[in-house]
T-cell receptor, first 112, second 114 residues
Framework: SQQGEEDPQALSIQEGENATMNCSYK?????LQWYRQNSGRGLVHLIL?????REKHSGRLRVTLDTSKKSSSLLITASRAADTASYFC????????????FGEGTQLTVNP | EPEVTQTPSHQVTQMGQEVILRCVPI?????FYWYRQILGQKVEFLVS????????KSEIFDDQFSVERPDGSNFTLKIRSTKLEDSAMYFC????????????FGEGSRLTVL
C-alpha cells in the first residue's frame, strides 16, 4: 500500500448522517492534515493534527490519529449536501522534508 | 481573505511547446510549492521553493521543469517541452511555515497537451 491511503474510495450517505473516512500511512509523521476538494477546484485545508495529538475537533469535523496503527479518521457529523467533495489526507513525514504526501482520496456524496 | 491566485485557469498546448504557469502566493508567505494532479489520480508533489531556491523536488520534477520567482510576487512553473503525460491540473501552494502548518492552494491551472 502507498503512503496516505484512504478508505473507502467512495461513500454515499443521506443528509444528516455522519460520514467517516479513514487514512493509513506507512512512515513516521510530523503532522497529518485533511483537505477537501470540490470537483475541478483547488484543495482547501480542513484540519491538522500533530503526531503527539490523538484527537482534534473543528466545528462538525473530528479527526483522530493513532500513530501505533499509522492511521487517522475524519468524521463529519450531521452531513449536508454541500459537504459533497473529495477528501484527502496528507502526511508530512519526519524524513519527507517540505513535501506533503497525499492519499488517493475518498469521494463523499451527501444526498439531500 | 488572502488567497493564492493562478493563471491561466486552462491552457491547451501542442506537444513539444513550452508552457509557463503563473502563481501569486499569499504575500507574507515564505514557502512556495507546485503540486500536480493527473485526472482521477492523487495529488503529487513537484517542488518546494524557499529563499529564492529550490528546497526540495520530486522525481517527477526532471530537467524539463523549472521554477522561478522573478519578482516579489510571482512564482512560475515552466515546462520546457511538454509531453502528453504532462496533461494535468497544476496547483500552486504557499505556506507561512515549513512543516508546522497548512498549505494554501490556488484553484489550479489545467494543462492539456495535444
Amino acid at each position: 500500500s502507498q503512503q496516505g491511503e484512504e478508505d473507502p474510495q467512495a461513500l454515499s450517505i443521506q443528509e444528516g448522517e455522519n460520514a467517516t473516512m479513514n487514512c493509513s500511512y506507512k512512515t513516521s509523521i510530523n503532522n497529518l492534515q485533511w483537505y477537501r476538494q470540490n470537483s475541478g477546484r483547488g484543495l482547501v485545508h480542513l484540519i491538522l493534527i500533530r503526531s503527539n495529538e490523538r484527537e482534534k475537533h473543528s466545528g462538525r469535523l473530528r479527526v483522530t490519529l493513532d500513530t501505533s496503527k499509522k492511521s487517522s479518521s475524519l468524521l463529519i457529523t450531521a452531513s449536508r449536501a454541500a459537504d459533497t467533495a473529495s477528501y484527502f489526507c496528507a502526511t508530512d513525514g519526519e524524513t519527507s522534508g517540505s513535501r506533503l504526501t497525499f492519499g488517493e482520496g475518498t469521494q463523499l456524496t451527501v444526498n439531500p | 481573505e488572502p488567497e493564492v491566485t493562478q493563471t491561466p485557469s486552462h491552457q491547451v498546448t501542442q506537444m513539444g511547446q513550452e508552457v509557463i504557469l503563473r502563481c501569486v502566493p499569499i504575500s507574507n508567505h515564505l514557502y512556495f510549492y507546485w503540486y500536480r494532479q493527473i485526472l482521477g489520480q492523487k495529488v503529487e508533489f513537484l517542488v518546494s521553493f524557499y529563499n529564492n531556491e529550490i528546497s526540495e523536488k520530486s522525481e517527477i520534477f526532471d530537467d524539463q521543469f523549472s521554477v522561478e520567482r522573478p519578482d516579489g510576487s510571482n512564482f512560475t512553473l515552466k515546462i520546457r517541452s511538454t509531453k502528453l503525460e504532462d496533461s494535468a491540473m497544476y496547483f500552486c501552494a504557499s505556506s507561512l511555515e515549513r512543516n508546522t502548518g497548512e498549505l494554501f492552494f490556488g484553484e489550479g491551472s489545467r494543462l492539456t497537451v495535444l
